[in-house]
């Protein structure tokens, strides 16, 4: 057994258990949405899975205007372009169970005074990102507001809205298709 499907078995045994009938957030602030159907109104709600990594909610799939959304096939091509960074902007605690390997690490509550790792530089208080690399944003998934907030957060203080890539699916999706990850990352 590989050493990620044992971190994922671990994580999950030493998770507190969640109730199956937890009702959770679609959006922020929205906990049903009704639809018309044939057979009359249908309410989708939303419940709590063992995959779930988190209670969040769904997170729109382009973060910023101009932001690009990518996928798995964008993020192992991203990994190998050394013009691009793939950054991890979960805390500490989650990037240490498991990681895209030779992503970075720069948390989402740092990332809007950390700008100077994606190429802007900083002068008179201000962010000059006119040489500012692409990065592809990620955290742990399509209900994860981590990475949505602080590419919001890049974006506010000058960072470019066409260089932000941003993997919606994050580690859920990454670990949900089997993809190598690594432990013990800082």
């Not at 258990?17 to 639809?35: G, N, P, S, W, Y």
């Not at 799939?61 to 960074?85: C, F, M, N, R």
């Not at 507001?145 to 602080?150: D, E, G, I, L, V």
Request: charged content about 25%.
């Amino acid at each position: 057994m590989r050493l990620a499907s044992l971190a994922a078995l671990a994580a999950l045994i030493v998770t507190p258990a969640l109730a199956a009938d937890e009702a959770l957030q679609i959006r922020k602030d929205e906990m049903a949405v009704t639809v018309e159907t044939e057979d009359g109104p249908v309410e989708i709600t939303r419940r709590m899975t063992d995959c779930a990594l988190n209670k969040g909610w769904l997170q729109p799939l382009v973060p910023v205007e101009g932001a690009h959304p990518v996928g798995e096939i964008e993020v192992l091509e991203a990994l190998k372009d050394p013009d691009t960074k793939v950054v991890d902007m979960r805390t500490i605690d989650w990037r240490i169970k498991g990681t895209i390997p030779g992503s970075v690490h720069i948390p989402y509550t740092e990332v809007a005074s950390r700008l100077d790792e994606l190429g802007c530089t900083r002068s008179e208080g201000k962010w000059d990102c006119a040489n500012a690399q692409k990065f592809v944003g990620f955290c742990n998934g399509p209900v994860c507001p981590q990475s949505p907030m602080a590419m919001k957060a890049a974006h506010r203080e000058g960072f470019p809205a066409d260089k932000i890539y941003y993997y919606r699916g994050g580690m859920l999706d990454w670990q949900a298709l089997g993809l190598t990850t690594v432990e013990g990352m800082f």
